[in-house]
């Protein structure tokens, strides 16, 4: 059983930055495929940015490419993302993702509201 927490939501004004931490356990988490996912209101949950295992292939959804960027430490067990140029539009609930050995877990989700 993986379990993740998230922290590091907010309230910030547009062109703010935020950074969000996702904490997991488990010893073997340099093999977790880890990756964010978001959901506004009324909104389907969606793909933001997602981190190989070795922390060297990174994906971004194309709404968040240029401004969004996503890490991993395996020394803190912890996945972060780098949000910066931040927009109204990018409100919405944050959740990690683990995948390991083709299972998903899924953390509770962190609130960001982008507004002045």
């Known amino acids: 059983q993986v379990q993740l927490v998230e922290s590091g939501g907010g309230l910030v004004q547009p062109g703010g930055s935020l950074r969000l931490s996702c904490a997991a356990s488990g010893r073997t988490f340099s093999t977790y495929g880890m990756a964010w996912y978001r959901q506004a209101p009324g909104k389907e949950r969606e793909f933001v940015a997602r981190i190989g295992s070795s922390g060297s292939i990174t994906y971004y959804a194309d709404s968040v490419k240029g401004r969004f960027t996503i890490s991993r430490d395996s020394a803190k067990i912890a996945v972060y993302l780098q949000m910066n140029s931040l927009k109204p539009e990018d409100t919405a609930v944050y959740y990690c993702?683990?995948?390991?050995?083709?299972?998903?877990?899924w953390g509770q989700g962190t609130q960001v509201t982008v507004s002045s």
């Open positions: 993702r683990a995948t390991v050995n083709g299972n998903n877990y």
